[in-house]
């Protein structure tokens, strides 16, 4: 339980966190590929192992020759809602983040997602209600695992870093609340283990968003 710092903001990822997106995010790959004419198989377990890492980087992991990333992101990005009726929101997702709300905590997201996107996504779940502020990817703004667009969200709701907890189910998102000096917490249900969380340092691990409940002390 986070006591020593009294919590007044927290920041959720989207994948892995609020929607488990994974099918969605895989199947629009496997598509995306395809029409770039790149036929590298893809392993669905090592892929779903890299789930939230920057999409450079599982293909140069899983040895994909991507050669204009930027052509693969905006094919993706086109493809991604042929796929949504594979994601669905985390069982208790909405339920926690009402709780929060009601306990006068303000709440925000953040994702490696391009802003338009995000949006859509938030949009498309009916989300944006419970969110006071969304932040996807900017032009000019570093991505996680930087601290810049955790502490660009604290700036806009003003609130301070120690009064904030980052939320997410990666290493990049306990990387960018360490480095934003914000309190972290790792999402074991998503797509990453509870043992991995662990070694990143997460100050708090869940096994359900709902746990989220009886661990601040709120």
């Known amino acids: 339980m986070i006591k020593s710092f009294p919590i007044k903001h927290i920041a959720f990822d989207l994948d892995g ?3 488990d997106s994974y099918q969605t995010i ?4 496997i598509k995306s590929l395809e029409e770039l004419k790149i036929n590298t198989p893809v392993d669905k377990d090592e ?3 890299r789930i ?3 999409f450079i980087d599982i293909f140069r992991d899983l040895n994909i020759p991507v050669k204009d990333f930027e052509q693969f992101i905006s094919i993706y990005k086109d493809y991604y809602f042929d796929f949504i009726g594979d994601s669905k929101i985390y069982s208790g997702a909405i339920e926690t983040l009402q709780f929060l709300i009601d306990k006068n905590i303000r709440v925000s997201l953040l994702t490696t997602k391009l ?3 995000a949006d859509k996504i938030i949009d498309h779940f009916n989300l944006r209600k419970y969110f006071l502020f969304v932040m996807g990817r900017r032009n000019g703004i570093a991505n996680k695992p930087s601290a810049e667009p955790l502490l660009f969200i604290c700036n806009e709701l003003g609130i301070q870093p120690e ?3 980052m ?4 290493e990049l998102d306990i990387q ?3 480095n934003a000096g914000t309190k972290t917490c790792g999402a074991a249900y998503g797509y990453r283990t509870k043992e991995q969380l662990k070694k990143e340092g997460a100050d708090l691990i869940i096994l359900k968003i709902t746990d989220l409940k009886n661990l601040l002390d709120l």
Not at 26 to 29: E, S, V
Not at 167 to 170: E, I, L, Q
């Open 115 to 117: 802003q338009s996107q």
């Open 47 to 49: 892929f779903y192992k």
């Open 52 to 54: 939230g890492q920057h």
């Open 26 to 29: 895989y199947k629009t790959t």
């Open 176 to 178: 960018c609340g360490k």
């Open 17 to 19: 966190t609020i929607v």
């Open 163 to 165: 009064n904030t907890l």
């Open 167 to 170: 939320v997410g189910d990666t």
